[in-house]
Nanobody, 125 residues
Framework: QSQFVESGGGLVQTGGSLRLSCAAS????????VGWFRQAPGKELERVVC????????LYSDSAKGRFTVSRDNAKNMVYLQMNSLKPEDTGVYYC??????????????????WGKGTPVTVSS
């Protein structure tokens, strides 16, 4: 049973927006740095953004800067990714993942402890 569940993906036109949500269960997400990752068809998994456990620090990939915004509500055990000005190259399966960390934005793919099953995003041209 997945301990992280993503939702909010779907089909959107170029320039549109989507808000992804990630719900944590069976662990307190407030103790964890959380990353959003994506995997485009035929490509490797890449990190989109990492947010520290408190939410005070974020680290975006170059492709996400200025268009995506990550946020979290630790009281609700939730993490969000607002995606604006979407492009076809944003198409992929989006995953959230957590790594226990009291501070910092260190979210390497190989060190994340909990993963969701992903939510698909398709941006049509």
């Amino acid at each position: 049973q997945s301990q992280f569940v993503e939702s909010g993906g779907g089909l959107v036109q170029t320039g549109g927006s989507l808000r992804l949500s990630c719900a944590a269960s069976e662990f307190v997400v407030g103790y964890y740095a959380v990353g959003w990752f994506r995997q485009a068809p035929g490509k490797e998994l890449e990190r989109v953004v990492c947010i520290s456990s408190s939410g005070d620090d974020t680290l975006y990939s170059d492709s996400a800067k200025g268009r995506f915004t990550v946020s979290r509500d630790n009281a609700k055990n939730m993490v969000y990714l607002q995606m604006n000005s979407l492009k076809p190259e944003d198409t992929g399966v989006y995953y959230c993942a957590a790594r226990r960390s009291p501070y910092g934005t260190y979210c390497p793919t190989t060190a994340m402890e909990y993963w969701g099953k992903g939510t698909p995003v398709t941006v049509s041209s």
